[in-house]
């Protein structure tokens, strides 16, 4: 029977552990399994998201050709199949996001460490992984004060987001002491830093706004919801806006804000010209609030230069536009996406052209898999990311175990 070590029990390597067979052994260093998963979806456990695979696929940012083996393998449905056995239920909600239908992450983990442990797996926990080296025994896994021998060895060490779950890139040098290349690492669905002091606007949540960063000749949009912070921006939308340019120098680069996206500039100017018209005697700080969020109507008026005295009835033609242009084209300045430690997901990993996408088996290491966050894989909120772990970590289990 071969002996096989996985290392990492989070989302892929409690299902690597599930679905391996053998004399498996899985390593963790916390004192308990699925610390992040613990965290996600607020607590809740957004497992997957519950739509075709060609629906899905488009919300992988990084890897969607590495992962179409896998997810066609192990896709939503036989997920939420596999959980179901295992005694959590789930629903679908808004946006075809799947949770447990207790709303209780906790459930969720204790369904993986149950079909870990159903299928014998060895856990050790409080167990620090110190070195891994290639002898003609196998894969000898260094820790205090002991040492393993496995024939195969999974590596599911997660990324460098949410340090405090465990996730602190041991995976990278594992990979790298083998001769793997590591793309470089940045922050995946992240809050947005910006220049602009925004300390005013801490707080404030905007829905049906748009929001729009152009780069390098490619314009990014998304609409939706976001929100400030005390030091910039965040929100569903600016999530998504910051997976897909992290890999810019963002220094300097504008983000525009659209507060009105289904007024055209002529219906916005035909609207404006109505507000200064009722409320004329009435000063522009006052008469805005009809449209636009209080908080936000110093800087409309600070970036087109309005005074917020000038009378309804004063306002002039160029500045009416003007005020209407700022409205749909609110522009603040990126200072860099926030620290990775707090980003949901990190991009970047294990580079996929190194590894087998049907096995997730190490190209130039025959018996060594990767799976999980680890592998330069990330995709967009609403599940997927949790799936894309979910499927690599199965196909190494199952890869793994096998006596090819």
Do not use: W
Not at 197 to 212: D, H, I, Q
Not at 217 to 243: A, H, N, Q, W
Not at 245 to 274: H, M, Q, W
Not at 364 to 387: C, H, I, M, R, S
């Amino acid at each position: 029977m071969l002996k096989i070590g996985i290392i990492g029990g989070g989302a892929a390597g409690l299902v690597a552990a599930s679905f391996c067979k053998g004399d498996v052994t899985l390593i963790e260093k916390n004192e308990k399994l699925g610390k992040k998963i613990y965290i996600t979806g607020k607590g809740r456990c957004n497992v997957t998201n519950n739509c075709a695979l060609y629906e899905f696929f488009p919300n992988i940012v990084r890897g969607e050709k590495f992962m179409m083996s896998s997810l066609t393998a192990f896709p939503p449905p036989a997920l939420m199949a596999f959980l179901n056995d295992h005694g959590v239920r789930t629903k679908t909600e808004r946006g075809n996001r799947v949770f447990p239908v207790s709303d209780k992450s906790s459930d969720v983990i204790k369904a993986l460490v149950s079909a870990a442990t159903e299928n014998g797996v060895d856990v050790r926990l409080n167990t620090t992984v110190r070195s891994v080296r290639k002898t003609e025994d196998g894969f000898v896994v260094a820790c205090d004060g002991e040492e393993f021998v496995f024939d195969r060895l999974i590596v599911a060490t997660g990324g460098l987001s949410y340090p405090s779950t465990g996730s602190t890139g041991d995976g990278y040098a594992v990979a790298r002491s083998f001769g793997h290349s590591v793309v470089r690492t940045v922050p995946a669905l992240s809050a947005v830093e910006l220049s602009d002091n925004v300390k005013p606007l801490e707080g404030l949540s905007l829905k049906n706004v748009r929001a729009t960063v152009v780069l390098g000749g490619k314009t990014y949009s998304e609409f939706g919801e976001m929100l400030f912070t005390d030091r910039g921006v965040s929100g569903p939308i600016i999530l998504t806006l910051g997976s897909k340019i992290n890999r810019y120098d963002l220094r300097g680069v504008r983000l525009c804000v659209d507060f009105k996206p289904a007024l055209s500039p002529e219906t916005l100017d035909a609207r404006l010209s109505g507000d200064f018209r009722e409320f004329h005697n009435k000063d522009l700080m006052n008469i805005l609030p009809e449209l636009l969020p209080k908080a936000v109507i110093p800087y409309v008026l600070g970036q087109c230069g309005v005074s917020g005295s000038v009378k309804g009835h004063s306002v002039t033609r160029e500045q009416r536009y003007a005020i209407g242009y700022s409205v749909k084209n609110l522009a603040f300045s990126i200072k860099s996406l926030a620290d990775i430690s707090g980003a949901i997901i990190t991009s970047g990993g294990v580079d996929l052209t190194e590894i087998n996408p049907k096995t997730m088996e190490s190209k130039l290491v025959k018996g060594l898999y990767f799976a999980g966050e680890v592998l330069d894989v990330d995709a967009l909120t609403g599940g997927y990311n949790l799936q894309c772990a979910f499927s690599s970590g199965r196909a190494a289990g199952i890869a793994a175990a096998s006596e090819k």
